[in-house]
């Protein structure tokens, strides 16, 4: 007979002892009951036009940490093989190249994420040559191009994803006059490709990326891959919702002097340096609010002006760095007359607050405004 818990109807009661009375379900159970899978590689080339500093970015990420990930710490993964040429344990080329043949051809043992590092060159326009390649043909010899291999495996990748900046949309080598022609991932495979899992390009900007942004965005896709979470939400330049929604401004730490029209006019000074070159108030990036290595950091916490590396239009539409932006000068001529005023006034109730009421005192009087014939 099912016990009678006052306020809770008994059906409910119920339902949680049925509940309480199942056995514990593992993890590789609930994978399989999600349709999940048990194994992921990880193919990671970072030959793009790039200073494989993405890769050394992320060995500092804690939250997880990429040895966590690796190791099977965090329940519910599946096994995660990584295939990075910085990180590989592997002490030859051959070695290192063997699994991204091995997808090519359709022979490799699990499911694998394509992780692209570095900006794609248009090789259309190489010459006589070529701009960037990993590893040889082993039918002949020749170099086989970053584009090539994008060709090879996205088609086949359960996800691609393209970490930092220049992998993202093209970053530093693909500014103005440069002459590899280079863009961004989703230039080359085009806005709409999915995987062949139908998740569409997952872009982690940064320039490095932010460790725990990109380990995040790939614990989400691990667990996707085991069948224990939706389908991750991206917004219109292809980033994860919840670590790009919101802007660098609105979670600095010198936001409040911006408020009040306070602003920087050098780097010495802890207020708000939008007037010496902060692009802040427009750029979609959570380093402000959540530091670089174990919370500590980013970019104006410590004095750094946020030169919009997040962002698609990044570095053309933010250069020159250190000039204060066009829109800049307009909204904090605007913010100034009126933040001078908000600034004086809590200066006013500042003081008012600081000082303790009058009645604290130790003379024979009581003056709290206390009657007791108030309780008769």
């Known amino acids: 007979m099912t016990r009678r818990t006052p306020g809770i109807p008994s059906e409910a009661v119920a339902r ?25 590689h990880i193919l990671w080339t970072s030959e793009g036009m790039s200073c494989d500093g993405d890769t050394v970015s992320i060995t500092a990420a804690m939250q997880p940490s990429l040895e966590d990930v690796l190791l099977g710490a965090i329940p519910g993964l599946p096994k995660v093989n990584l295939h990075n040429k910085v990180l590989h344990p592997s002490l030859g080329g051959e070695e290192f190249m063997r699994p991204f043949h091995q997808a090519a051809n359709d022979q490799l043992d699990a499911p694998f994420v394509l992780v692209v590092e570095g900006s794609i060159p248009n090789e259309n326009i190489n010459g006589d040559g070529y701009w960037t390649s990993m590893g040889n043909d082993p039918a002949t010899g020749e170099p086989i191009t970053l584009n090539t291999w ?9 996800a691609v994803v393209a970490i930092g900046t220049c992998a993202t949309y093209g970053g530093i080598h693909a500014m103005a006059g440069n002459p590899t022609g280079c863009m961004g991932l989703a230039d080359y495979l085009g806005w709409d490709f999915r995987s062949k899992a139908g998740i569409p390009i997952v872009n982690v900007p940064g320039c490095p990326v932010q460790p725990d942004n990109f380990m ?36 600095c730490d010198r936001a409040g002097y911006y408020e009040q029209g306070d602003f920087a006019l050098d780097y010495n000074s802890p207020k708000c340096q939008v007037k010496i070159g902060c692009w802040g108030p427009v750029v979609n990036c959570n380093v402000p609010k959540r530091g670089w290595m174990a919370g500590i950091g980013g970019c104006p916490n410590v004095g750094g002006i946020c030169i919009g590396c997040t962002m698609p239009g990044f570095p053309d539409k933010f250069m020159p760095f250190m000039d204060e932006p066009p829109g800049g000068r307009l909204s904090s001529t605007m913010t100034r007359s009126y933040g001078t005023m908000i600034r004086k006034l809590r200066g006013i109730t500042n003081q008012t607050v600081n000082k303790e009421p009058k009645w604290r005192h130790n003379n024979t009087e009581l003056t709290t405004g206390y009657d007791p014939r108030w309780s008769r």
């Open 150 to 158: 994008i060709d090879r495996l996205a088609p086949k990748a359960w």
């Open 216 to 251: 995040e965005t790939l614990l989400w896709l691990l667990y996707q891959a085991a069948g224990l979470s939706p389908m991750i939400p991206l917004d219109e330049a292809l980033r994860p919702t919840w670590l790009f929604g919101k802007t660098v401004h609105e979670g």
């Open 16 to 40: 949680l002892e049925d509940r309480l009375r199942q056995p514990e379900v593992r993890p590789e159970e609930k994978r399989k009951r999600a349709g999940g899978v048990d194994e992921v």
